[in-house]
């Protein structure tokens, strides 16, 4: 069984940063991307960046694109979700997941960690 522990959210004032973490244990054999995600609250679950296992193959949703950077330490099974420039509207429930699929969309997910909230202020 796979767990996901997310880690590094916080309060920032708009155009600060902050950098998550996602500490994956377990086998994760099946999944061949990680991604992140975010949920508002009364909005609906939405892709943020998604990288492939094997390296490579980033995407990014166009909301975040040239702000956020997601990457992957292999050795420390440990998924990053560096923001920077981070607006109002980034604040959110952040969640990473294992994938069955490589795409954004939510019901591809596999696995979810129990997410971490982001609160950006203006």
């Known amino acids: 069984q796979v767990q996901l522990v997310e880690s590094g959210g916080g309060s920032v004032q708009a155009g600060g940063s902050l950098r998550l973490s996602c500490v994956v244990s377990g086998s994760s054999m099946g999944s061949p991307c990680m991604a992140w995600f975010r949920q508002a609250p009364g909005k609906e679950r939405e892709g943020v960046a998604r990288i492939y296992t094997g390296g490579g193959m980033i995407y990014y949703a166009d909301s975040v694109k040239g702000r956020f950077t997601i990457s992957q330490d292999n050795a420390k099974n440990t998924l990053y979700l560096q923001m920077n420039s981070l607006k109002p509207e980034d604040t959110a429930m952040y969640y990473c997941?294992?994938?069955?699929?490589?795409?954004?969309?939510?019901?591809?997910?596999?696995?979810w960690g129990q997410g971490t909230q982001v609160t950006v202020s203006s």
């Open positions: 997941a294992t994938l069955r699929l490589c795409s954004l969309r939510p019901e591809y997910a596999r696995d």
